[in-house]
């Protein structure tokens, strides 16, 4: 157990609509970061927060948001979805600043039909 | 961009075979990591191993920074052992912690 708690672990939904992915850092995390893994595209880094501000922008795409709460909580927001969009979502949180390894959570897995 | 590339793509081992995988990065890559992904689909940290060597039971992982690879060990394998290994670093160059991942190496073993 990797103390990241994702949730929820599947979503079915239809194309053009929206889904919120939850995510619980590690206790004393303060950065959080999600992933996106297609069968295409591999394992890619979306974007990264640190202690409730935007620290980092990876490939994103507009239609995708995320925030991160005072309780460091995150959550990642997909609208307009598209049959492109299905993947696994992960979310992974380290520490701070510091060289620190990244904890992954089980992940979502978001099937647009 | 950095680079992570990760030889071989494929491996079918008999149960009880070793193997070493392995991983090649860019120059400004560090913190590197190792993940086992499993059948179901769960991303496991195995090392964090920016330099040096670790060993946990079965596995051990060695990198070497200065030739900019790293190397993971699977003794004695066993059918659990299969799924996708994947190596990923951060570029030391950048002012955030992103992990740039390496396209994996999916093992098989069989019994």
């Known amino acids: 157990d990797s103390g990241v708690t994702q949730t929820p672990k599947h979503l079915i939904t239809a194309t053009g609509q929206r889904v919120t992915l939850r995510c619980s850092p590690r206790s004393g995390d303060l950065s959080v970061y999600w992933y996106q893994q297609s069968l295409d595209q591999g394992l890619q880094f979306l974007i990264q927060?640190?202690?409730?501000?935007?620290?980092a922008k990876g490939n994103i795409l507009e239609r995708f948001s995320a925030q991160q709460f005072p309780d460091l909580h995150s959550e990642l927001n997909l609208s307009s979805l598209e049959l492109g969009d299905s993947a696994l979502y992960f979310c992974?949180?380290?520490?701070?600043?510091?060289?620190?390894?990244?904890?992954f959570g089980d992940g979502t897995r978001l099937s647009i039909l | 961009g950095i680079q992570v590339e990760q030889s071989p793509p494929d491996l079918i081992l008999q149960e009880g075979a070793n193997s070493t995988l392995r991983c090649n990065f860019s120059d400004s890559v560090n913190n590197l990591q190792w993940f086992h992904q499993n059948p179901w689909g769960q991303l496991i940290n195995l090392f964090y191993?920016?330099?040096g060597t670790k060993q946990n039971g079965r596995l051990s992982a060695t990198t070497v920074a200065t030739e900019r690879y790293s190397l993971l060990y699977i003794s004695s394998s066993q059918t659990t052992d299969s799924g996708v290994y994947f190596c990923a670093g951060r570029d030391s160059g950048a002012g955030s912690y992103q992990l740039t991942f390496g396209k994996g190496t999916k093992l098989s073993v069989i019994p």
């Open positions: 927060y640190y202690n409730g501000e935007e620290r």
């Open positions: 191993i920016p330099s």
């Open positions: 992974a949180s380290s520490v701070s600043w510091s060289n620190q390894p990244q904890h």
